[in-house]
């Protein structure tokens, strides 16, 4: 929700199976720091975000139900 200038870390990432950078993860954020941003995906896909470090990062978490994957 906020800008990515006004907090350092905080970084989502995903876990990309068999890929070596950062034991496994692979960052995927540099476009969602810009204000307003939002990404959509599977939340079955491992994923964390990286420890806020300065600042405030706010964020929102929605979800949406279905068809049980399969």
């Keep these: 929700l906020n800008d990515g200038s006004e907090y350092e870390g905080g970084d989502l990432e995903f876990f990309i199976n068999n890929v070596e950078v950062n034991k496994g ?21 491992f994923h964390r975000v990286t420890p806020v470090t300065k600042g405030t ?3 929102m978490v929605a979800w949406q139900v279905g068809e049980p994957w399969r």
Excluded: M, N
Aim: charged share 20%; proline share 4%.
């Design 25 to 45: 993860f692979i960052q995927k954020s540099d476009l969602l720091k810009k204000q307003g941003s939002l990404i959509v995906f599977p939340s079955h896909l």
């Design 57 to 59: 990062r706010y964020s």
